[in-house]
């Protein structure tokens, strides 16, 4: 089993920048990708970004595209979300996610492809 401990998160105004972190522990070497996906309240979880441990190819939603980075550390087992140009609608519990297995294009956006999960940080975004 992977431990998945997420930081970084609070609030911040609009057009302003907050950068997540989620440290990974326990059975590191069974993940195989890193996601972040976001609750808002009264909403479904959504998927923000994937990256793949070993090669690290990411994917991002349409909505951050151009604003958020999704990167990794394997030296550290550890993922960030570099979130920039933030804007009200991105207030959310953003929640780290492991993945053990590979998934498609459509998958990669489903929580049913995750098989860990952190306990979520609140990114609140002013305007």
């Known amino acids: 089993q992977v431990q998945l401990v997420e930081s970084g998160g609070g609030l911040v105004q609009a057009g302003g920048s907050l950068r997540l972190s989620c440290a990974a522990s326990?059975?590191?070497?069974?993940?195989?990708?890193m996601a972040w996906l976001r609750q808002a309240p009264g909403k479904e979880r959504e998927f923000v970004a994937r990256?793949?441990?070993?090669?690290?190819?990411?994917y991002y939603a349409d909505s951050v595209k151009g604003r958020f980075t999704i990167s990794r550390d394997n030296a550290k087992d550890t993922v960030y979300l570099q979130m920039n140009s933030l804007k009200p609608e991105d207030t959310a519990v953003y929640y780290c996610a492991g993945a053990r297995t590979r998934a498609g294009i459509v998958g990669i956006r489903s929580r049913e492809s995750y098989d860990d999960w952190g306990q979520g940080t609140q990114v609140t975004v002013s305007s």
């Open positions: 990256i793949n441990w070993s090669g690290g190819t990411t």
């Open positions: 326990g059975h590191t070497f069974s993940i195989y990708a």
